[in-house]
Structure formats: C-alpha cells, structure tokens
C-alpha cells in the first residue's frame, strides 16, 4: 500500500523555522518526485518545493526561495523541508505527493498524497 505521511508541523512565531518529513512506504522513493503543497481552506493547493528523482533537481515557489530548502534521504525514504524565517502568510495545512520522476508544477499530475502537517506562524 502507497503511504505518505507528514510530520514536523506546528506553531512557532514569525521568523522561526521548522522541519517537516515525508515518509513514504509502498513504493521506492529513487524513482519519484516529491513535491510539498500547501493549502489554506477556501483557497486554491499551491505547490511550494519539489525534489526530482535521480537528478535530484529542486523547484521552489517564489516567495518561499531563500528560506525553504528541500531534500531527500533515499535510504530513508524520506524527503524533508527546511522552513526557515518563517512568515504569517507561510500558515496552511502542508501536504507531500509523489509524481514519477519529474517534479510537475500541477498538483493534479501527482498520483498519491499525504493526509497533511498543520503550520502556523503566529502574527
């Protein structure tokens, strides 16, 4: 059975970091990409980060460059995303999907999902 499962989330004031974890099982974590999607209720999923298969090549959305770093552990199938100086707007439920290979900026396009990680930044 595909599993995804988040870890990390949590409360912390502006300009604080946090670590969240992907733990996949199911499925061997050197031939997918790992992308993490955020979403607030009511708004529409974004993608935030992805880490390509093999090549290990990595995307972030604009507003999160700089800050946030991801990576992967093969050998652990785990992907992690450092958060770092973390801002209000940062605040949504976190989720990690996997696609085959390559990272796609469609949340649409990636076949399996977590339940979510809750991140708040305080105001």
């Known amino acids: 059975q595909v599993q995804l499962v988040e870890s990390g989330g949590g409360l912390v004031q502006p300009g604080g970091s946090l670590r969240l974890s992907c733990a996949v099982s199911g499925f061997t974590l050197d031939y997918y990409a790992i992308g993490w999607f955020r979403q607030v209720p009511g708004k529409e999923r974004e993608g935030v980060s992805c880490?390509?298969?093999?090549?290990?090549?990595?995307y972030y959305l604009d507003s999160v460059k700089g800050r946030f770093t991801i990576s992967r552990d093969n050998a652990k199938n785990t992907v992690f995303l450092q958060m770092n100086s973390l801002k209000p707007e940062d605040t949504a439920v976190y989720y990690c999907?996997?696609?085959?290979?390559?990272?796609?900026?469609?949340?649409?396009?990636?076949?399996?999902w977590g339940q979510g990680t809750q991140v708040t930044v305080s105001s």
């Open positions: 880490i390509s298969s093999s090549s290990g090549s990595t």
């Open positions: 999907a996997a696609a085959p290979w390559r990272c796609r900026p469609q949340y649409s396009s990636y076949n399996y």
